[in-house]
């Protein structure tokens, strides 16, 4: 069985860092894309950012490029969102996602889930 747990979301002022951590259980994720989505309310699921598992390549949405970056650790079968410049529009659920093959913006597409951590950037 498939898990993704998310941690690390909290309250941080307008200009702080906030560092996510999804961990990743239930199957070997060689051939997936692990994904980082958020939803703010009122808003749609959006994707954030999105790394494959084996060679590591990354993808940023233009709203958190050069702020947001996306890692993995293998050996703890965990992958980051190191976010940096946090501003008040970062505010949302973040959750952590895992799809095979190759990044795909639609949240449907991705075929597990974790239970979201919340985020809120005070300004």
């Known amino acids: 069985q498939v898990q993704l747990v998310e941690s690390g979301g909290g309250l941080v002022q307008a200009g702080g860092s906030l560092r996510l951590s999804c961990a990743a259980s239930?199957?070997?994720?060689?051939?997936?894309?692990m994904g980082w989505f958020r939803q703010a309310p009122g808003k749609e699921r959006e994707i954030v950012a999105a790394?494959?598992?084996?060679?590591?390549?990354?993808y940023y949405a233009d709203s958190v490029k050069g702020r947001f970056t996306i890692s993995r650790d293998n050996a703890k079968n965990t992958v980051y969102l190191q976010m940096n410049s946090l501003k008040p529009e970062d505010t949302a659920i973040y959750y952590c996602?895992?799809?095979?093959?190759?990044?795909?913006?639609?949240?449907?597409?991705?075929?597990?889930w974790g239970q979201g951590t919340q985020v809120t950037v005070s300004s």
């Open positions: 239930g199957r070997t994720f060689s051939n997936y894309v």
């Open positions: 790394i494959y598992w084996s060679s590591g390549r990354t």
């Open positions: 996602a895992a799809r095979r093959g190759v990044v795909i913006l639609t949240a449907n597409t991705y075929d597990d």
